[in-house]
Structures are given as C-alpha cells and as structure tokens.
C-alpha cells in the first residue's frame, strides 16, 4: 500500500484530559499516549495521520474543511456526538470516508449519549473498546480505502 493515503484523526471536547477526566469511563490513556498508538498502527499500515484536537465544534469544521483532500477521517466527536448537526454537515460536504470512534460504548451509556448524529455520515462505528477502538477504527478505515471501488 502507497503511503500517500492521509488520514485526518480528529478528537473532539475534552478528550485533551484523557487520563485524568473520569477513569472509570475513558480510562487512564492520554491523548498523547493515543496519538503515538495511531502513529505507530499508521505506520504498520502503510499511511500517514495528522491529528488535531479542538474543544470548539467551529475548530473540527474548519479543520474538516482545509483537509478535503485526505483519503479518511477517524473522528471522535465527543460529546458533540449528540448535538452536532454542523458536523455531520460538513462530512459529507467533504466527501471523504469516515469512521467514527468512541473509547466508551455510548449505547451502553445514558440514553441521550445512545444517538449519534455524526454515524449517519459515517461507512462505519466503533466504540466501548478505549483506546483500542482508535486503532480499530483505523484499520477497518483503510481496509474500507483500499477495498472500496473509490479507494486506493
């Protein structure tokens, strides 16, 4: 596989406090400790990451905007999961595969955190592994890019 497919990496509000933002449910990885997780499985894999986190749901939309040209999109939207129309909009006004990730297993959790509004945007989801489902999500993100008719 080319190195040349870029996946953007998006983490959403308050997930810069991994580690120390209820353990019990996200666990005691931190971002950073992630991030170096995804460089690595993306370098097995044969492709490149840029990650970017915001707490500002206009931060995630522009930084989804100035990136159309990636190959895909691993997105934890957080919270905004729940609330962010202006997300899902700009997802598929971009055109670019995603695959949505949750390090807890949202439809096990309070029932306003069940539906996601990003999903909907989305070739697929994954959730309630921690930060495996990161790694997880990326995988299943490339083999869908290769696979696919519009893949590589």
Known sequence: MSATLN?????????????????????????????????????????????????????????????????GILINPAAYTHTSVAIYDALKAVNVPAVEVHLSNIHARESFRRESLIAPACVGQISGFGGDSYALGLRA????????????
């Not at 209820?22 to 840029?50: C, F, H, Q, W």
């Not at 986190?53 to 989804?64: H, L, P, R, V």
Request: hydrophobic share 40%; glycine share 12%; proline share 4%.
């Open 7 to 71: 996946i953007l990496v998006i983490h959403g509000p308050n997930l810069n406090l991994l580690g120390e933002r209820e353990p019990g449910i996200y666990g005691r990885v931190t971002l950073d400790e992630i991030n170096g997780m995804l460089a690595e499985e993306a370098k097995a894999l044969g492709v490149s990451i840029e990650a970017f986190q915001s707490n500002a749901e206009g931060d995630i939309i522009d930084f989804i905007h100035s990136r159309r040209g990636a190959a």
């Open 141 to 152: 993100l490339v083999n869908y890019l290769v696979c696919s008719p519009r893949g590589g």
